[in-house]
C-alpha cells in the first residue's frame, strides 16, 4: 500500500515536473524529482503534526498575551539571603507549582541542595492575573557566590528588571554590592525588597537606611517579605508588573535569537536555552548559527513551566528552550552569547552583542583513579563543561599518575562544586590536585608567557640568564565584617602578603576593608580562614587586580632524587620551607617501606628544604653468631652494608597508587 502511493506521488511530481525545463539528463530528473518529494513529505509530515497537536489551555492563555504585557526580572542577592526561597513562593503565587510540593524547585543540580547555594542560574515562565489582565513573568534565579559571577551577567542580558534582595538581618554583603553594580551597568529596573523581616534579629530599617546611602536609589516602593513563611510576598508581583518595564521586540520581524544557556540530554542532545529578541521560532524551522555557520533544523520549542514544556511557537520578548532535530551532539557547537536566524534572513539580522568571556584564575589537575576510566572522564567533563562554559580543559599527562586533564576555574568554589558534580552526576573517580594560579614570564628578549601548569615553569639556570622578570595575579578584595573582628581579619590579610587599600566603616558597625591581595593566597583555604576568624560574619567579594613582581619558585618533591611531576607547585619564596616540611611529613606516611632507604625530599632547584627518610627492612644477620666474635660480626654487618648500597642503585622506589591518593586528599 505504502509502495502504491509512493509510486502515486512520483508518477503526479512527474507530471508537474515542466517540459521545456532543461532537465532532460535522466540524473537530473531523478535528483529533481527526490529533492521534491522529500521536502514535499517533510512539508506535509510537519503540517500534519501540527494540526494533530492540540494546542494546550496554557499555550493558548500565552498567545493572548501581547508582548507590552510580558516582564523579564532576576534576583540580585547575596549567596543565602533567601533568592531560591522567594523564587518557590512567586511560582506557588502563579500557580505553577502546587503550594508545599517542592523546596528550591529552581535548585535542580544535588550539588545546590546538598549546600544551599545556587550554581547554575536557573529559569521559569509564570502567568500572573493583575486587573483582570494575564501577564506573562519570566523570573531568572541567579547565583550569589563571587565565583559564579559569569552566570549572573549572562542572566542580566535576557532581563529588563531585577529584584534587589537584602536580608533584613545581615544587611548589604559583598557580593550585594557586586551583583548591584553589574545590573547597574546593563541598566536593569531595580525594585528594592528587604527579606527575612520575621527574624528576631531583623532590623529592615537599616537595611534599607544602607541601600539609600550605598546605591542611591528610592526606597520609598521596598517591598518587606519573609520568603520563608510568604509573609508580604504578593504585593512583590504587581510591583513587578508595575515597574519592570516590557521587552522589546516585533514579531513580524526576521527571527533573532540569543543563545543564553545550554545542558545536555542524552536522548536530545544539546538543549539550548534562547531569548527571543525578534521574529517567532517554530518546530520544524530551518537556523544558522551567527559563530560557527552550522544549520539546524528546530525538533521542538517550548518554555520552563518549571520544568520543560513544549509549545508550538515562541515569540519576540519570550524565553524558552529549543533542541534540534538531528539533534545537536557536539558541546563545542553551543557557544553562549551566539546569535541565531533562520535561513535566508542572515543579512537582514544583526548579530546581538555576545557576552563577555569568563578568565580562568585557579587551575587544577585531574585524573582518574583507573588509567582505564580516562574516556569516561573525559565525556563527563565534556557534558559538564556544555552546561558551564568558563571552565579551560587541556590534556596533561604525569609520569606518578598517567592521562589526566589541566582544568581552569572562576574560583576555589567554582572548582569544589564541578568535582561533587561529576561525582554525583557522572559517577567519576579522580584525583585532584592542589590548586594553582597563572603565572606570567617576561623573557630578556621581550616575549611574554603565561604558564598554568608547574610542568611548563622554566628551570632554575633559565630564570637566573633568561627571563627579566615573574609576575604573579594580583585581586583587590572587598572583606564586609562586624568591626570586632577587625585585628584578626587585618592580621589574616597581612600574614597573606596584604596590601591595605582602604577601610571605612558603612554603619556604626559594620566595616569595610579592601586588600591588595595575591591570588595564589586567595585560594589556598583564604576563604576558609576568614571565616573560621569570624565566626561566619565575614563575606568576600574580590575582582582582578593587576600582575604584579614576585619571587616565584617551583616547589618539588623528590623521591630518591627523583622528581614527582604530579605533586609539583608553583609557590612564593616566602612559603618553600612550611610547604616543604608539611609535604615530606605527609608523603612519608604513605610511602610503603622497601628493602632499601628511601629519601624523601622537598627541593627547590638544587636546594633541599626539608627532608625525611623511610628506614629500609632489615634482616638480622647476626641472629646465629656468638656475642663475643666481634670481627665476624663487624664483617657480616659491612657486607649487609654493601649489598643495601648496590640495591638501592638498581632499584627503583614502587610507591602506590593509593599513596598519592592519600597525599592529594584534602
Known amino acids: 500500500m505504502r509502495g502504491c502511493l509512493q509510486l502515486a506521488r512520483w508518477l503526479s511530481a512527474v507530471q508537474k515536473c515542466p517540459a521545456a525545463s532543461p532537465l532532460k539528463a535522466p540524473s537530473a ?3 529533481y524529482l527526490r529533492s521534491f518529494t522529500s521536502a514535499a513529505v517533510y512539508q506535509s509530515a510537519r503540517s500534519r503534526a501540527a494540526a494533530a ?3 494546550s489551555d496554557l499555550e493558548q492563555r500565552i498567545a493572548a498575551i501581547p508582548i507590552d504585557r510580558y516582564r523579564n526580572f532576576c534576583i540580585v542577592a547575596h549567596v543565602d539571603h533567601g ?4 523564587s518557590d513562593r512567586m511560582l506557588e503565587l502563579t500557580g505553577t507549582i502546587q503550594p508545599g510540593t517542592n523546596k528550591q524547585v529552581l535548585d535542580k543540580l544535588d550539588v545546590e541542595r546538598e549546600r544551599g547555594i545556587t550554581v547554575k542560574a536557573q529559569t521559569c515562565t509564570m502567568i500572573y492575573n493583575h486587573n483582570g489582565e494575564d501577564y506573562l513573568l519570566h523570573l531568572v534565579d541567579t547565583p550569589g557566590h563571587v565565583d559564579f559571577r559569569a552566570e549572573v ?5 535576557s532581563c529588563g528588571g531585577a529584584l534587589l534582595l537584602v536580608d533584613a538581618s545581615q544587611g548589604i554583603q559583598a557580593q550585594t554590592v557586586a551583583n548591584f553594580y553589574l545590573a547597574f551597568a546593563q541598566g536593569l529596573e531595580l525594585i528594592p525588597v528587604i527579606n527575612k523581616v520575621d527574624l528576631p534579629s531583623a532590623d529592615p530599617e537599616r537595611a534599607l537606611e544602607q541601600m539609600r546611602t550605598s546605591f542611591e536609589i528610592d526606597t520609598e516602593n521596598a517591598v518587606g517579605v519573609s520568603a520563608k513563611t510568604g509573609l508580604n510576598v504578593a504585593k512583590l508581583l504587581p510591583t513587578v508588573v508595575e515597574k519592570i518595564p516590557a521587552p522589546i521586540g516585533d514579531s513580524k520581524k526576521p527571527l533573532r535569537m540569543l543563545l543564553v544557556d545550554s545542558w545536555y540530554d542524552t536522548y536530545k542532545g544539546v538543549i539550548c536555552l534562547v531569548r527571543v529578541f525578534d521574529g517567532e521560532i517554530r518546530a520544524g524551522d530551518q537556523l544558522v548559527s551567527f559563530a560557527t555557520g552550522i544549520k539546524y533544523f528546530v525538533g521542538e520549542v517550548g518554555i ?13 520578548g519570550q524565553v524558552g528552550y529549543i533542541f534540534f532535530n538531528p539533534g545537536m551532539k557536539r558541546s563545542k557547537e553551543a557557544k553562549i552569547g551566539d546569535t541565531y536566524t533562520k535561513i535566508g534572513s542572515e543579512k ?11 578568565k580562568a584564575m585557579v587551575f587544577v589537575a585531574a585524573y582518574p583513579m583507573d588509567a582505564d576510566h580516562f574516556e569516561h572522564l573525559e565525556d563527563s567533563i565534556n557534558q559538564l563543561m556544555l552546561n558551564d562554559r568558563s571552565i579551560t580543559v587541556q590534556k596533561e599527562s604525569s609520569e606518578a599518575l598517567g592521562a589526566g586533564f589541566r582544568l581552569g576555574f572562576l574560583g576555589t568554589l567554582h572548582c569544589s562544586v564541578f568535582e561533587d558534580r561529576l561525582r554525583q552526576e557522572h559517577g567519576a573517580s579522580i584525583i585532584i590536585t592542589p590548586p594553582s594560579v597563572p603565572v606570567k614570564v617576561l623573557w630578556k628578549d621581550g616575549r611574554e608567557e603565561i604558564i598554568t601548569s608547574p610542568a611548563r615553569f622554566p628551570d632554575e639556570d633559565d630564570v637566573r640568564t633568561k627571563i627579566a622578570e615573574l609576575q604573579e595575579p594580583y585581586v583587590l578584595a572587598t572583606l564586609t565584617f562586624p568591626d570586632e573582628y ?8 597581612e600574614s597573606n602578603r596584604g596590601v591595605q587599600k582602604s577601610i571605612e566603616y558603612f554603619t556604626a558597625t559594620q566595616v569595610i576593608l579592601k586588600y591588595d591581595i595575591p591570588l595564589a593566597q586567595l585560594v589556598d583555604d583564604f576563604f576558609g580562614k576568614l571565616k573560621g576568624g569570624t565566626k561566619g560574619y565575614a563575606s568576600l567579594d574580590y575582582e582582578e587586580s593587576a600582575w604584579q613582581p614576585s619571587n616565584i619558585v617551583k616547589l618539588q618533591l623528590l623521591v630518591n632524587k627523583a622528581p614527582v611531576d604530579a605533586v609539583a607547585r608553583i609557590v612564593h619564596y616566602s612559603q618553600i620551607e612550611r610547604l616543604g616540611r608539611q609535604w615530606v611529613t605527609k608523603f612519608k606516611q604513605h610511602v610503603d617501606r622497601q628493602l632499601f632507604e628511601v629519601i624523601i625530599q622537598a627541593a627547590v632547584g638544587r636546594k633541599v628544604v626539608a627532608r625525611e627518610t623511610v628506614k629500609p627492612y632489615r634482616k638480622d644477620v ?5 656475642a663475643s666474635d666481634v670481627s665476624r660480626r663487624r664483617k657480616l654487618l659491612e657486607k649487609q652494608k654493601e649489598g643495601r648500597k648496590k640495591l638501592r642503585a638498581v632499584g627503583n622506589v614502587v610507591i602506590e597508587h593509593k599513596a598519592f591518593q592519600a597525599f592529594l586528599a584534602k
Open 29 to 31: 530528473r531523478f535528483n
Open 53 to 55: 497537536k492540540p494546542v
Open 83 to 86: 533568592k531560591s526561597t522567594l
Open 153 to 157: 551577567s549572562r542572566s542580566y542580558a
Open 304 to 316: 520552563m513551566y518549571p520544568l520543560e514544556t513544549s509549545q508550538t511557537v515562541i515569540r519576540a
Open 348 to 358: 537582514a539580522v544583526e548579530p546581538l552583542p555576545g557576552f563577555e568571556e569568563p
Open 486 to 493: 577587625l585585628g584578626k581579619v587585618i592580621e589574616l590579610c
Open 622 to 626: 647476626l641472629a646465629k653468631l656468638h
